[in-house]
């Protein structure tokens, strides 16, 4: 069965940062466009980072230059290293995969508390 289970988040203070992981798992691959979204209470869903199918990248403009999107094919894991984090990042994480067909996999979500 196709799995995306995120790990890495928690509680840190203003400053500090945090590594999220997705590994997927069954037949889904994250070779394909991937992507980071967060959703805080209160807000929309945004992303916020992503990689299309073409290999470019792109960030909200809030988290430039503190957040990188990367992955690693061989462990099928896609990764978002949050650096220089402020406590308006607080919000739930969520990684998803599009396939080539255009059907969409979500994880769970994982939350991120950044205190001040």
């Known amino acids: 069965q196709v799995q995306l289970v995120e790990s890495g988040g928690g509680l840190v203070q203003a400053g500090g940062s945090l590594r999220l992981s997705c590994a997927a798992s069954g037949s889904i691959f994250i070779s394909n466009a991937i992507g980071w979204y967060r959703q805080a209470p209160g807000k929309q869903r945004e992303l916020v980072a992503g990689?299309?199918?073409?290999?470019?990248?792109n960030y909200a403009d809030s988290v430039k230059g503190r957040f990188t999107i990367s992955r690693d094919n061989a462990k099928n894991t896609m990764y978002l290293q949050m650096n220089s984090l402020k406590p308006e990042d607080t919000a739930v994480y969520v990684c998803?995969?599009?396939?080539?067909?255009?059907?969409?996999?979500w994880g769970q979500g994982i939350q991120v508390t950044v205190s001040s």
């Open positions: 998803k995969i599009r396939t080539p067909a255009y059907l969409d996999y």
């Open positions: 990689i299309s199918s073409s290999g470019s990248t």
